[in-house]
């Protein structure tokens, strides 16, 4: 549906990742496979946006490459030239020993496991990006940042006790990764680390681990080599690490592609940028899956952090992700006015997050650093299916609530031009979307917002904090905490200022929640419901909106935010143009789904 402005923010972004494509020849792609886990429309409805997933390409363009395929396979051998499946080489260790140039391309084995660290050290050019990905069938290339604990000996009751020499996954600084318990049927379970002590008191129940003199004891019912498909205990920061800038004269690594990988149970990091920021571009980061890194809460442990200019994050499952899902924050003064811009994080799915599930965005203050024009479209951000008690199990911070989408400005760096288009937002443990500090031009449309965590203490959902020109129509936000838990639908503090704030539908499962709160416009901290038409009238805002009302999801529990055929938020939209102009009906529904009713 989109045409105009946003589909030229996002168009610039996808021609510049896929220059080294040939323009992005879909028809010799590097595979098929796509993100299984980003929901889609029922038959009767449609994403608000459908035509900006579609426009983006789910696939790499391997044959118009220039430069040289090599092959990785644990079947290979580094003793020869990599150049076909039949030469393939064995490790990561052979690749990176090799001098790659523009054009090169990188392909590992689907269904193989590699326990390496994937060192990026050359750059692609403009035209012949450097490109990582997969080949063959069957399920993703693992490159994992784990051992795995084998050869399990009883030691008494419920206690048993791995030969594999591990070092300690809590090994101290900011090296902290919980084991991580697989199962049969593959799920994943968090470990929870409990001191050592010689009487095994600490470890009381199943996934308590401790570690002691190079072994891994776990609290297990029965033998750990039956009981789990595996035991992974992580021993590695990362799977994927970008060289760092060490000096002014060094040349940043720009325009490279990584696809298709499956990078999990790392201390640190899936996909490492690299230390000192300075100006580089081009980077696309693809179908990948990345999860379970780092500790509950950890100071770092970030699925991707990275902060380069003109870079895709695109069809990636994202998730359990100790820190942040995406981390795109800057920390130094080594390049002076650093610009970091032209981001979009489109059709990713992120779950399970522990202090911010999707993206953050952030820098230290006074660095004189300027973010913008960073878009997040078409994204499934869901906590609703953490626990459902004890939130903060294993959490080695004071909590481990998570903001679903969070950007904070601090003083001394500049922030413009975010939007926040499309998305849905589901169970969220703290806010749904904080931005936070002095931000200048946010546009927050068609996103589809249902409720909170059980556990969760939001204030509010949205939540504005200090952001001047806030434009903010079409979306539909759902709260369902009971009124001794504040939870508004929106909350604008400090100098927060609006551009436009209409076309927006609020529903209170609770009529003794409050829909709005203002720290300085009308209605104060609270507005409920049944105050919906003075509070209209005294503030400017939402003159063309529905009164609060059940939007109608489809099925909001089971996360489906499709409309049904009576819901008030069909045809009662604004016609953004650029952003909705293909609607059906008599105007754009609200939301993120456009129906055909």
């Known amino acids: ?31 098929n496979d796509t993100n ?8 009767s409805q449609s994403s608000s946006s459908s035509s900006t997933a579609s426009s983006a390409p789910n696939q790499i363009c391997t044959t118009c490459q220039t430069g040289t395929h090599y092959y990785v396979s644990r079947a290979g051998n580094d003793t020869q030239n990599g150049h076909s499946t039949e030469t393939a080489w064995q490790t990561i260790a052979r690749v990176n020993q090799q001098n790659l140039v523009p054009g090169d391309t990188v392909l590992f084995r689907r269904g193989d496991t590699w326990r390496e660290t994937l060192y990026l050290e050359q750059s692609g050019s403009d035209e012949q990006w450097i490109m990582y990905g997969a080949y063959g069938e069957g399920e993703k290339p693992r490159i994992l940042g784990s051992e795995q604990a084998l050869e399990w000996t009883h030691v008494t009751g419920n206690i048993w006790q791995s030969a594999t020499h591990l070092q300690n996954p809590y090994s101290g600084g900011y090296s902290y990764g919980e084991v991580f318990f697989e199962h049969n049927d593959s799920r994943v379970s ?3 680390q409990r001191d050592f002590d010689i009487s095994y008191a600490n470890l009381e129940r199943e996934y308590d681990w401790a570690w002691s003199d190079s072994r891994l004891y776990v609290f297990a019912a029965t033998n750990p080599s039956q009981r789990y498909f595996a035991v992974e205990a992580p021993q590695r920061d990362g799977s994927i690490r970008f060289a ?17 990988l499956d990078l999990r149970y790392a201390m640190r990091w899936g996909i490492y940028g690299g230390y000192n920021e300075v100006e580089a571009s081009g980077i696309r980061i693809t179908s990948n899956h990345i999860g379970y890194i780092g500790v509950k809460g950890g100071a770092s442990a970030y699925c991707i952090s990275n902060w380069r200019s003109d870079m895709l994050i695109q069809n990636n499952s994202i998730h359990d992700c100790g820190r942040r899902g995406v981390s795109i924050n800057t920390y130094t003064h080594f390049t002076a006015n650093l610009q970091v811009q032209n981001i979009t994080l489109d059709s990713n799915h992120f779950y399970n997050g522990y202090h911010t599930t999707s993206v953050d965005v952030s820098s230290l203050p006074e660095l004189g650093h300027s973010i913008s024009n960073i878009v997040f479209s078409n994204n499934r951000v869901d906590d609703s299916q953490r626990h459902s008690t004890a939130i903060n199990d294993g959490c080695a911070a004071n909590s481990c609530t998570s903001n679903a989408y969070y950007v904070a400005a601090s003083s001394g760096n500049h922030y413009s031009n975010f939007t926040v288009f499309n998305n849905r937002f589901i169970g969220s443990t703290s806010r749904a979307i904080l931005i936070s500090g002095i931000v200048e ?22 939540t504005l904090n200090n952001i001047y020109n806030v434009d903010m129509r079409n979306n539909i936000i759902h709260g369902n905490l009971p009124a001794e838990i504040e939870g508004r639908c929106v909350l604008d503090e400090n100098s927060t200022s609006f551009s436009l704030r209409d076309y927006n539908l609020y529903f209170q499962e609770d009529d003794n929640q409050p829909f709005s709160g203002s720290e300085n416009g009308v209605g104060g901290w609270s507005t409920y419901a049944t105050e919906w038409d003075n509070w209209r009238d005294a503030s400017g805002f939402e003159s ?18 499709s409309l049904q055929v009576h819901s008030p938020a069909i045809d009662a939209g604004d016609n953004i143009s650029g952003f909705n102009d293909d609607f059906r009906g008599n105007a754009p529904d609200l939301g993120a789904f456009e129906s055909d009713y």
């Open 1 to 31: 549906m989109l045409s105009g402005n946003y589909k030229l923010v996002l168009s610039v972004l996808l021609i510049t990742a896929i220059t080294a494509c040939g323009g992005g020849q879909s028809s010799s792609s590097l595979d």
């Open 36 to 43: 299984e886990t980003v929901d889609t429309p029922t038959n």
């Open 190 to 192: 968090w470990g929870r």
């Open 244 to 260: 760092n800038i060490d000096n002014t004269n060094d040349d940043p690594l720009e325009n490279i592609a990584i696809d298709n």
């Open 441 to 462: 031009g946010v546009k927050i449309y068609h996103n589809s917002i249902f409720g909170s965590h059980p556990d969760a203490f939001p204030y509010a959902l949205v």
């Open 544 to 561: 063309n909106s529905p009164a609060p009302q059940n939007p109608l999801f489809t099925h909001a529990q089971n996360g489906t935010l």
